[in-house]
T-cell receptor, first 109, second 116 residues
Framework: SQKIEQNSEALNIQEGKTATLTCNYT??????LQWYRQDPGRGPVFLLL?????KEKRKERLKVTFDTTLKQSLFHITASQPADSATYLC????????FGAGTRLAVHP | ETGVTQTPRHLVMGMTNKKSLKCEQH?????MYWYKQSAKKPLELMFV???????ENNSVPSRFSPECPNSSHLFLHLHTLQPEDSALYLC???????????????FGDGTRLSIL
């Protein structure tokens, strides 16, 4: 069956460093991959979408890569800030989206 | 403000109660979704409606009954729930279902449901 893996352990980094989150998947060939941010008590908020024929997508301090050979996406936040602390979800799909369980990021001053 | 509003934000109910969750989107989207989010688990897609027609039912127990009277409103009717149904129920919308993976989904802030 389709499986999406995100690091279940929280990622703790120092302010100003680059945070890198990983999303791996198996038994699936999605055409699209999306990343969302979710804060406690709130719904997920869309951040970036990348297509299978795109290697990399950037938006301000965010960068996403999509390697369909490795079946992996990396999500980078450069010059991280405490306000970036949240849970980040990856989602893959063609029509419907399948979500990972998310990785919690904590950026410390 | 995400453009998707869910009410109530919190709901506590007994196993024999009947209640409904409401979702309204102001984005002009044609597809609406119900998801269940339990602690430490991925979002589980429950139902999808596209142009008011149900296009997906992910083997959801019949004690959950969705209703979509128009493209802007979505309801989830609850009846005889079990304790394991306690979770955050999220509503989302997107422009269209057919290429849903190619579009962002806009989520409400959810209803936190507790079954006693």
């Amino acid at each position: 069956s389709q499986k999406i893996e995100q690091n279940s352990e929280a990622l703790n980094i120092q302010e100003g460093k680059t945070a890198t989150l990983t999303c791996n998947y198996t038994n699936y060939s999605p055409a699209y991959l999306q990343w969302y941010r979710q804060d406690p008590g709130r719904g997920p908020v869309f951040l970036l979408l990348i297509r299978e024929n795109e290697k990399e997508k950037r938006k301000e301090r965010l960068k996403v890569t999509f390697d369909t050979t490795l079946k992996q996406s990396l999500f980078h936040i450069t010059a991280s800030q405490p306000a970036d602390s949240a849970t980040y979800l990856c989602a893959l799909g063609n029509n419907k989206l399948i979500f990972g369980a998310g990785t919690r990021l904590a950026v410390h001053p | 403000e995400t453009g998707v509003t869910q009410t109530p934000r919190h709901l506590v109910m007994g196993m024999t109660n009947k209640k409904s969750l409401k979702c309204e989107q102001h984005l002009g989207h044609n597809a609406m979704y119900w998801y269940k989010q339990s602690a430490k688990k991925p979002l589980e897609l429950m139902f999808v409606y596209n142009f008011k027609e149900q296009t997906e039912n992910n083997s959801v127990p019949s004690r959950f009954s969705p209703e979509c009277p128009n493209s802007s409103h979505l309801f989830l009717h609850l009846h005889t729930l079990q304790p394991e149904d306690s979770a955050l129920y999220l509503c989302a919308s997107s422009q269209d279902w057919l290429v849903g993976g190619n579009q962002p989904q806009h989520f409400g802030d959810g209803t936190r449901l507790s079954i006693l």
